[in-house]
């Protein structure tokens, strides 16, 4: 059976122009998952990062000359998270390539949802689209964290300068914030992936 994922996780470099199936990304960032997590007792809101590269952080990437242009596409991520204690969490997702989630641009947030001393599985998908000829990227998030589903919105921010020279063409990544730091909460992000 075909796979339907175009391009999964990669780092922060450029993507290959050819897509590639399963959950790897080829090229010089490879990332089998299982492995991108945030864990421990910080309640500071913090991009999920590379295992290949911890100090950049996981992303799944449209390269240059891309088919997708013009037509839907699904930003998947999904995993599990766990609350060690009372606590609230928090799950955004972002365009582009920063460790600091403030110098990316919100595409949408859960809100805070409670995950009090429970493990949970979460996803967030995104129904995307972007054009060459306008350069900007648009659709609608929706998120479920511990069986809460937060409902399906527009994105908070549309993407504009989108050029098909670039490579990659856009980026996409995770943060997550604890409102309360136990030594162990945790995220793990089973999957990130551009799918169509």
């Known amino acids: 059976m075909a796979s339907n994922r175009l391009y999964g996780p990669s780092i922060a470099t450029p993507s290959p122009a050819t897509p590639t199936s399963l959950n790897v990304q080829a090229g010089s960032g490879v990332i089998p998952l ?106 609608t998030i929706t998120f479920m964290i511990n069986n809460t589903v937060v409902a399906s919105v527009a994105i908070s921010n549309v993407i504009t300068g989108l050029l098909n020279t670039a490579n990659p063409i856009a980026s996409f990544g995770v943060s997550v914030t604890f409102s309360a730091g136990f030594a162990t909460n945790k995220i793990v992000v089973q999957e990130i992936a551009i799918n169509f």
Not at 60 to 82: E, N, W
Not at 107 to 130: D, E, R, W
């Open 34 to 139: 299982p492995a991108p997590l945030v864990t421990g007792t910080s309640t500071a809101e913090a991009m999920v990062p590379n295992p290949a590269t911890p100090t950049l952080p996981i992303l799944a990437q449209i390269p240059s000359d891309s088919p997708l242009a013009g037509k839907c596409f699904d930003l998947q991520i999904s995993g599990y998270i766990v609350g060690g204690g009372t606590t609230n969490v928090t799950v955004k997702v972002y365009s582009g390539t920063s460790a600091t989630p403030g110098s990316n641009t919100l595409l949408g947030s859960s809100g805070a949802v409670a995950q009090n001393s429970a493990t949970a599985p979460f996803f967030a998908q995104a129904k995307l689209i972007y054009d060459l000829v306008s350069g900007k990227l648009a659709g």
